[in-house]
């Protein structure tokens, strides 16, 4: 499974351009233009799973850095207070890590539920 099978690659494309210059990386904006913000639940977890590179089940923080890098493997690397700053988003349980299935991808829909709202 590619990333690309679940989001367009115009608006990966469009998503990354907004945030080449370090420490401009807002998650919850990324996920609205790369169109997460509109999957189902289902696909959420599947780039959850993308993410998880060594399938630990938890994305930890060294393959939250990596983030960007799974939409294009020319993108930059998170600086460590992006890296933080997402971290502290999905971490509901302060354990350093998101679970891929569950509270984080439960987050991340209500972020989902909010956009829709406005
Ligand atoms: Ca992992």
Do not use: H, W
């Not at 990333?3 to 469009?14: P, Q």
């Not at 983030?67 to 509901?92: H, I, P, Q």
């Not at 998101?98 to 539920?113: D, Y």
Request: with cysteine.
């Amino acid at each position: 499974m590619a990333i690309t099978d679940i989001l367009s690659a115009k608006d990966i494309e469009s998503a990354l351009s907004s945030c080449q210059a370090e420490d401009s990386f807002n998650y919850k904006s990324f996920f609205s233009t790369v169109g997460l913000s509109s999957k189902t639940p289902d696909q959420i977890k599947k780039v959850f799973g993308i993410l998880d590179q060594d399938k630990s089940g938890f994305i930890e923080e060294e393959e939250l850095q990596l983030f960007l890098k799974n939409f294009s493997s020319s993108a930059r690397v998170l600086t460590s207070a992006e890296t933080k700053a997402f971290l502290a988003a999905g971490d509901t349980d302060g354990d350093g890590k998101i679970g891929v299935e569950g509270k984080a991808a439960g987050n991340f829909i209500q972020v989902r539920l909010q956009n829709a709202c406005v």
